[in-house]
C-alpha cells in the first residue's frame, strides 16, 4: 500500500455504537410525507409545482403547484419538534446561494460554508439530500444531533449540542435562492411496543455452524432451561462449538405492522407462529439482519436459532413499530459491542492537486445488481472527483465527489468480497458502453455487449498517473480519456479505424432528460447534468423505457471524435 492509504482504526466509532447501535442500524427507511401547503410560510416563499435553473444556474424559474416551496432570506419552519425526530428533505439551489440549516437547538449549518459539506454539493440546480435524526435534551442530557447526512453520506454523527432551548427547524438562504421539496418526518419515542409474557425455553445442542435448525434437534442435546430475555450467554460453560434454540411467548401490545432486527455472530433465523420473519443467515456482529410482521395484539410463539461459528459470538433482537425506537427483546450482555474495524481507505493527496491520481483496479457491485462487475477500475482525482469504469464493458459506471475508495472489503483480513465501494456522494450512470455501432438511430441500444464486438486492450498513463483508456470496438481502435473540470468530469471518446457500421455516442439515459439549455440536459429528476457542443446534432428519442440522447460520431479520413462533461 502506498502513502495514500489510510488505516483508521475506529476505536472511538466503536464506543458510540454501544448507544447509537440500536439508532443507526435498526431505523426505518420510511418518513411519513409532509404536505408543503401545511406549513406556515414566511416572506418571500411561494408554493409551485416544480422548478428549474437557467444554464449557469443563478436564477430558478417555477411552475404552478404545490409540490416544491421556494423562497429566500426569510427562515422557513420545516417542523416544530415535541420529541426525538428523524427527518428527510431535498433541496435545490442557486449558483449563488448560502443556505442555512438552524437546528432546534440554535445552531446554524451553513451547507456552502462547511467544508465537510461543501465537498458533497452538487452543481447549483441539481436536487440534494439532507437527512437528519435529532435525540430532544430530557433532563441533564443534552441535546444529540444523531445523524446529519449529505447526499447519503454521512457529514455529522453524535454531536452534543449545548443549547436546552427546544424551537423549530428551519431553512433559509442569506444569499440567492433555494427551494424545498419532498419533506418527511416523523416522531421518535422510546415506547414499549411488546414485552415477553414469561421465561423462554432453551435447548443447547452440540455443534456449531450448523445451518438448519432441523438437524440441530437431532443433535445430542448439552442443556435445557429456561432464561427471562433472549441471551446466547446461556452457553457458559458449554463446549465451544454448539447451537441453541429459543421459544417463548411475545405479547405484542396493539395490532399492526412490527420490525424485527437480529445482530449475531454466527447463524441466526427467527419464526413468529411459524412463520419465517428473519430467514437464517451467517453474519458477524454490527450487519443489520431484518424482516417485518404483521400482528394481531396479543401473545405470539417465538423461535429464534442461533449457531456458533467462527465469528465473535453475540445475538440481540430489537423489536420496532413505525415511530418507535428499537427495543432490545435480549438480556444487555448478549449484544457485546462490535470489534474495531480499520476501515482502509484509499485516497489522492488533496493538498496537492498537481499529484498522481490514485488506481484501483477492482469487483463493482451495483444497486440492484446480483452479480459482481469483475473487471473494473476506479480512478481517485486530487481534486474530489472520481469515477468507476466497467472495462469488459467500457462502462462509465459512477461518479462521485467528497473521498475517494472503501477498500476495506478488498484488503482486511482475506478481503473475500473484493468490492471497492465509494467514499463520496454517487451518481450511478447508464451501466453499459457508450459507444456503439448500430445499423440506425432508431436501433435499440444493447444492454450488454460480446467480445466479438468490444475488447479491452489496455491502457496508458501520463505524468499524474490519469489513464486514457484503449479498446476495440467493431473492427475500430477507441480511445476513452476522463478528466476533472471544474464541477464536472469531461470524457473524450476517439475513434480510429473504419467500423462495421455507423458509430455513435449515448450521451445519457434516464428517466427524464429535461433540456436546460443548449447543449445542456438534466438528467433523471435534475440528479446530474450533460453538457455538450451547443452545435452537436443530438437526437432524443424514446427506448426500452427511458429517454436517451444520441450523438453520431462523424468519422473521416478514418477518425473521429465526441466529447461531453457529466456535470454533478
Avoid at 64 to 81: I, Y
Avoid at 534 to 558: H, Y
Wanted: aromatic share 8%; glycine share 8%.
Amino acid at each position: 500500500m502506498n502513502k495514500f492509504v489510510t488505516l483508521i482504526a475506529r476505536q472511538t466509532t466503536a464506543l458510540l455504537l454501544s448507544w447509537l447501535l440500536p439508532v443507526s442500524l435498526y431505523a426505518q427507511s420510511d418518513l411519513p410525507p409532509v404536505p408543503l401547503s401545511q406549513l406556515t410560510r414566511a416572506s418571500g416563499w411561494q408554493l409551485a409545482g416544480s422548478v428549474s435553473t437557467n444554464a449557469d444556474g443563478s436564477s430558478v424559474q417555477s411552475k404552478s403547484g404545490d409540490n416544491v416551496l421556494v423562497g429566500t432570506s426569510e427562515p422557513l419552519t420545516l417542523l416544530t419538534p415535541t420529541a426525538d425526530f428523524r427527518t428527510r428533505f431535498e433541496v435545490l439551489m442557486t449558483s449563488n446561494a448560502d443556505v442555512v440549516l438552524t437546528l432546534p437547538t440554535g445552531q446554524p449549518i451553513s451547507l456552502a460554508r462547511s467544508q465537510e459539506i461543501a465537498r458533497l454539493l452538487k452543481a447549483p440546480g441539481l436536487w440534494q439530500t439532507i437527512e437528519l435524526w435529532y435525540k430532544t435534551s430530557r433532563g441533564n442530557e443534552p441535546a444529540i444531533l444523531e445523524k446529519l447526512a449529505v447526499n447519503g453520506i454521512t457529514v455529522r454523527e453524535g454531536q452534543t449540542l449545548s443549547n436546552p432551548k427546544l424551537g423549530p427547524l428551519t431553512i433559509a438562504s442569506k444569499t440567492g435562492t433555494v427551494a424545498v421539496r419532498n419533506l418527511g418526518y416523523r416522531v421518535m419515542t422510546p415506547r414499549t411496543v411488546a414485552q415477553w409474557s414469561g421465561p423462554l425455553s432453551y435447548t443447547i445442542v452440540e455443534g456449531g455452524y450448523i445451518q438448519d435448525p432441523k438437524e440441530a434437534a437431532r443433535r445430542k442435546v448439552l442443556k435445557q432451561d429456561t432464561t427471562s430475555m433472549l441471551n446466547y450467554e446461556v452457553s457458559y460453560g458449554q463446549p465451544r462449538q454448539y447451537s441453541i434454540l429459543f421459544s417463548g411467548k411475545l405479547n405484542t401490545l396493539q395490532a399492526g405492522d412490527y420490525r424485527f432486527d437480529l445482530n449475531q455472530g454466527g447463524v441466526a433465523g427467527l419464526w413468529i407462529d411459524g412463520k419465517d420473519v428473519i430467514a437464517l443467515n451467517h453474519l458477524e456482529l454490527g450487519i443489520p439482519n431484518s424482516g417485518t410482521a404483521t400482528l394481531a395484539a396479543g401473545p405470539h410463539d417465538v423461535k429464534v436459532y442461533f449457531s456458533r461459528s467462527w465469528f465473535r459470538p453475540g445475538l440481540g433482537l430489537f423489536v420496532s413499530q413505525a415511530g418507535t425506537r428499537p427495543q432490545a427483546l435480549h438480556a444487555q450482555a448478549s449484544l457485546p459491542e462490535p470489534d474495531p474495524v480499520a476501515v482502509v481507505s484509499v485516497n489522492p493527496d488533496y493538498s496537492d492537486v498537481q499529484n498522481q491520481v490514485q488506481r484501483i483496479r477492482s469487483f463493482v457491485q451495483l444497486p440492484g445488481e446480483k452479480t459482481k462487475r469483475t473487471h473494473s477500475l476506479s480512478v481517485g482525482s486530487p481534486v474530489g472527483m472520481h469515477y468507476t469504469v466497467d472495462l469488459n464493458q467500457m462502462a462509465l459506471l459512477q461518479v462521485w465527489k467528497g473521498d475517494f475508495a472503501n477498500a476495506t472489503e478488498m484488503w482486511y483480513e482475506r478481503g473475500e468480497p473484493q468490492l471497492l465501494t465509494p467514499l463520496g456522494a454517487t451518481i450511478l450512470l447508464p451501466a453499459q458502453t457508450a459507444m456503439m455501432v448500430l445499423t440506425n438511430d432508431a436501433t435499440a441500444w444493447p444492454d450488454s455487449v460480446g467480445e466479438n464486438i468490444l475488447q479491452y486492450k489496455g491502457l496508458t498513463v501520463d505524468k499524474k498517473g490519469v489513464p486514457t483508456i484503449s479498446y476495440m470496438l467493431a473492427g475500430a481502435t477507441v480511445t476513452d480519456a476522463i478528466r476533472p473540470e471544474g464541477n464536472a468530469l469531461v470524457r473524450t471518446l476517439t475513434l480510429n479505424g473504419s467500423p462495421n457500421g455507423t458509430p455513435y455516442c449515448r450521451v445519457a439515459a434516464g428517466m427524464s432528460v429535461e433540456e436546460v439549455g443548449k447543449g445542456l440536459y438534466a438528467i433523471n429528476d435534475r440528479s446530474y447534468y450533460v453538457r455538450f457542443d451547443p452545435k452537436a446534432k443530438i437526437k432524443m428519442r424514446q427506448s426500452n423505457g427511458k429517454q436517451e440522447l444520441l450523438l453520431p460520431v462523424d468519422v473521416k479520413n478514418g477518425a473521429g471524435s465526441v466529447q461531453y462533461s457529466i456535470v454533478f
